[in-house]
């Protein structure tokens, strides 16, 4: 059956048990993976699925089923079990599915022709040997990886709501070692592009950034514990900005599971600080027209100027929070319903180059990463984890530090940023530039 013609084979099923309303979400998905190492293919899978979520509704009580195949018997399963939950689920008033927009939004994804698996094949090898090359330390790739997503989504509801897009995404990875004198480190570098033909032009980029992660950490030394000047770098802010992303959903203010709770309009961070939700920046993995529950995309400002001023919300929590959804439901597959959840979280960049920001300090630490951020707070923002960075010093950068202790506030540090960098980097569905923070707890010798 087509797509079209699954949605009426439920729609009449669902019919005769005379639900208040329904929604079926179609994800069809095809992803391939690609694995060099020692100059050769040495792992290589390609999966193709597609799935059909159900949510049934009466009486403010939600069902929902899920099925990956289209044959009628299963679809009758799926039906069975979506309206089973209808019945017997705790109600909830502000369930509920959105009315049909006016239109959506258009974004301009750029899916160009799919590779052929040799094409593939040889770009992942390509990319093992152009990192080797780069230097005669660089010693061995553990893995150089090419991944390729393409996606087809569709959702119908039963109060007149239709909407249908396409995407594909494609992701070189490689992970080095460079050895020196007995001394060996690990650098990676990624790139992430809407068509493969960006990709294979991104290659020798992600090989420059393998090796310059790895080498620019031979020689590190020690420094003595203290308070330093930090000037975070766009990947390591990447991080920060993926903890921090839960603290503005709807869903966990009203819950009391955000240090935001309460706190909209009001000035809590550096005013050098914009965060936004971008869900039409087409070169971002969480782009798209509409949200999972098909609900228009629209760009939020989350923080603007150091002012907090929007949360993601959903059709539900935004019903109960009084703010209607922001097009913020999100969907890990097909397997569970849509939560809370953000499109492409931007750190807009400043003016000010990584160099010039070293500038501003006598002496600091350019953090290159963090070990062990998982273990933050999401609620409080507190961290206390490894690092490893770059002790600068006149401007300029001295020497690496390997494996250094730091601790400190996610919210705290975006009120004490004195400077924003312009070299924004876009990782998945996170973007953020370098960024100055006046100090931090570093814990050394």
Avoid at 113 to 137: F, Q, Y
Wanted: negative net charge.
């Amino acid at each position: 059956m087509s797509l079209s013609e699954v949605y009426r084979f439920v729609e009449k099923e669902l019919d005769k048990l005379k639900p208040d309303c329904f929604e079926l979400f179609t994800l069809e998905e095809r992803v391939s993976h690609v694995e060099s190492r020692d100059g050769r293919v040495d792992f290589a899978r390609e999966s193709s699925s597609t799935g059909f979520a159900l949510r049934v509704f009466r009486e403010g009580r939600m069902g929902f089923s899920y099925s990956f195949s289209p044959e009628k018997e299963d679809l009758r399963r799926m039906v069975e079990g979506a309206s089973w939950g209808a019945r017997y689920a705790h109600p909830d008033g502000d369930a509920g599915l959105p009315s049909p927009p006016d239109s959506y939004p258009r974004v301009p994804f750029r899916m160009g022709p799919a590779p052929a698996p040799e094409e593939k094949s040889r770009l992942a090898v390509d990319l093992e040997r152009e990192t080797l090359a780069r230097d005669g330390r660089m010693k061995r790739v553990r893995y150089a990886t090419v991944r390729e997503v393409l996606r087809k989504v569709r959702i119908e509801n039963s109060l007149g709501l239709e909407g249908e897009y396409e995407r594909s995404f494609y992701t070189a990875f490689v992970y080095a070692v460079a050895e020196e004198g007995g001394q060996s480190e690990s650098g990676f570098g990624v790139a992430i592009r809407e068509s493969f033909s960006d990709l294979v032009d991104a290659v020798p980029s992600v090989a420059d950034e393998a090796s310059m992660r790895a080498l620019r950490m031979l020689g590190s030394r020690r420094i003595s514990t203290g308070k330093y000047p930090v000037i975070v770098e766009n990947g390591a802010m990447v991080e920060l900005l993926e903890v921090l992303v839960p603290s503005f959903s709807l869903k966990n203010v009203l819950l009391g599971r955000s240090w935001l709770a309460g706190k909209r309009g009001e000035r809590l961070f550096s005013p050098l600080v914009t965060i936004q939700d971008d869900p039409l920046l087409p070169e971002g993995t969480g782009a798209c027209p509409f949200d999972d529950e098909g609900v228009p995309s629209r760009k939020l400002d989350l923080v603007r100027e150091g002012v907090v001023s929007e949360f993601l919300a959903d059709t539900r929590y935004g019903k109960k929070g009084g703010t209607g959804s922001t097009g913020s439901a999100r969907r890990g597959g097909v397997k569970s319903p849509p939560e809370v959840g953000h499109s492409n979280v931007i750190f807009r960049p400043g003016e000010e180059s990584p160099r010039e920001m070293m500038g501003k300090f006598p002496r600091g630490i350019l953090l290159t990463g963090f070990l062990g951020l998982h273990t933050a707070d999401p609620v409080s923002g507190d961290f206390s984890v490894g690092a490893q960075g770059l002790y600068f010093e006149g401007g300029e950068v001295a020497f690496p530090v390997r494996t250094f202790a730091i601790s400190g506030n996610i919210f705290s540090l975006l009120r004490d940023v004195v400077a924003v960098g312009s070299d924004f980097r876009l990782v998945g569905s996170i973007g953020a530039p370098s960024v100055a923070v006046s100090e931090l707890d570093i814990g050394g010798e």
